[in-house]
């Protein structure tokens, strides 16, 4: 169980926009801690795609966005394309933990 | 650019300890700046965070911080002169196989870059 809850799945046909959602606590997102999001392609390591909340690494389309309320984050991705099927991670900081933690992952399917 | 690359055998036996090392090139483990970090993933599975450390070259001030669940049996240690950082796993069962990677932590916050994980299998 982590601590941090993402659905398992989603999926979208190309062009569609779709959000992958990441649900926390008052110990880590709700506490003020930022929330990262990572890409990790099928074989691959995982790869940075949004870093505190809203911000895009060099190189990461605009398609991809990130967003943070409350307890909760968000990642959106606009005009999908096949080069986006992948599983997600949102990561935080837990505060009661004293630890860096992680979603489950959502695995998007692009139709 | 930072890159870091993991290295060690894939395959320990149960009850025995996993050693893996990561080595870090274009940049330096001792500037800092960074925690440098462990992360595994059973196959099929998500990510789960194992330990870090931090390393300055002038002391040997090399805190630590584990992973609750892990603790009593992890130890992350660094070698400045080789520019290399170190994960050991005591006491492994079949529920430790994983891909372990390493990463450098930015901002004391997020995880990038990755190393390209390396699969241990625990198996007699």
């Known amino acids: 169980q982590s601590v941090l809850t993402q659905s398992p799945s989603v999926s979208g046909a190309p062009g569609q926009r779709v959000t992958i959602s990441c649900t926390g606590s008052s110990s880590n997102i709700g506490a003020g801690y930022d929330v990262h999001w990572y890409q990790q392609l099928p074989g691959t390591a995982p790869k940075v795609l949004i870093y505190?909340?809203?911000n895009r690494p060099s190189g990461v389309p605009d398609r991809f966005s990130g967003s943070k309320s409350g307890t909760s984050a968000s990642l959106a991705i606009t005009g999908l394309q096949a080069e986006d099927e992948a599983d997600y991670y949102c990561q935080s900081y837990d505060s009661s933990l004293s630890n860096w933690v992680f979603g489950g992952g959502t695995k998007l399917t692009v139709l | 650019q930072v890159e870091l690359q993991e290295s060690g055998p894939g395959l320990v036996t149960p009850s025995q300890t996993l050693s893996l090392t990561c080595t870090v090139s274009?940049?330096?483990?001792?500037?800092?700046?960074?925690?440098w970090s462990w992360i595994r993933q059973p196959a099929g599975k998500g990510l789960e965070y194992i330990g870090r450390i931090y390393t300055s070259g002038s002391t040997n001030y090399t805190p630590t911080n584990y992973n609750p669940s892990l603790k009593s049996r992890v130890t992350i240690s660094a070698d400045t002169s080789k520019n290399e950082f170190s994960l050991k796993l005591s006491s492994v069962t079949a529920a430790d196989t994983a891909v372990y990677y390493c990463?450098?932590?930015?901002?004391?916050?997020?995880?990038?870059?990755w190393g390209q994980g390396t699969l241990v299998t625990v198996s007699s």
């Open positions: 990463a450098r932590i930015v901002n004391t916050d997020w995880f990038d870059p």
């Open positions: 274009g940049g330096s483990i001792s500037s800092g700046s960074y925690y």
């Open positions: 505190a909340n809203t």
